[in-house]
Nanobody, 127 residues
Framework: QVQLVESGGGSVQAGGSARLSCAAS????????MGWFRQAPGKEREFVARIRWNDGSTTYADSVKDRFTISRDNAENTVFLQMNNLKPEDTAVYYC????????????????????WGQGTQVTVSS
C-alpha cells in the first residue's frame, strides 16, 4: 500500500522560511514524479511544484518561483519543499502528490494527473 506522509508544517511569520517533507512508502517513483499542491480555504487545490525523479528536473508555479525549491532524496524516497520569503497568501494546506510513470504530454499542474496523495499539512503565514 502506497503512503505519502507529509511533515514540517506550522505557523511562520511573513518573510520567514519553512521546510516540508514527504516520505513515500510502499513503492518507489523512480520512473515518475513527485510534487506539491496547496489548497486555501474556499479555493481549489493548486499546483506548487513538481520534480521528475530520474533527472531532477523541476517546474514551479509562477507564484512561488524564486522563493520555493523542491528537491528529493533518492535513498530515503523523500521529497522536500523549501519555502523562503513566505507571504500570508501562501497560507494553505500543502499536499504531497506522486505518480509512478512520467508521461511528457500530461498537464502535471492538474491534480487529476497525480495518482497518490498525502493527508496534507497546514502552513499558516502571519503578517
Amino acid at each position: 500500500q502506497v503512503q505519502l506522509v507529509e511533515s514540517g508544517g506550522g505557523s511562520v511569520q511573513a518573510g520567514g522560511s519553512a521546510r516540508l517533507s514527504c516520505a513515500a512508502s510502499g513503492r518507489t517513483f523512480s520512473n515518475g514524479a513527485m510534487g506539491w499542491f496547496r489548497q486555501a480555504p474556499g479555493k481549489e487545490r493548486e499546483f506548487v511544484a513538481r520534480i521528475r525523479w530520474n533527472d531532477g528536473s523541476t517546474t514551479y508555479a509562477d507564484s512561488v518561483k524564486d522563493r520555493f525549491t523542491i528537491s528529493r532524496d533518492n535513498a530515503e524516497n523523500t521529497v522536500f519543499l523549501q519555502m523562503n520569503n513566505l507571504k500570508p497568501e501562501d497560507t494553505a494546506v500543502y499536499y504531497c502528490a506522486a505518480r509512478s510513470i512520467w508521461i511528457s504530454n500530461i498537464d502535471m499542474t492538474s491534480p487529476t494527473a497525480w495518482s497518490y496523495w498525502g493527508q496534507g499539512t497546514q502552513v499558516t503565514v502571519s503578517s
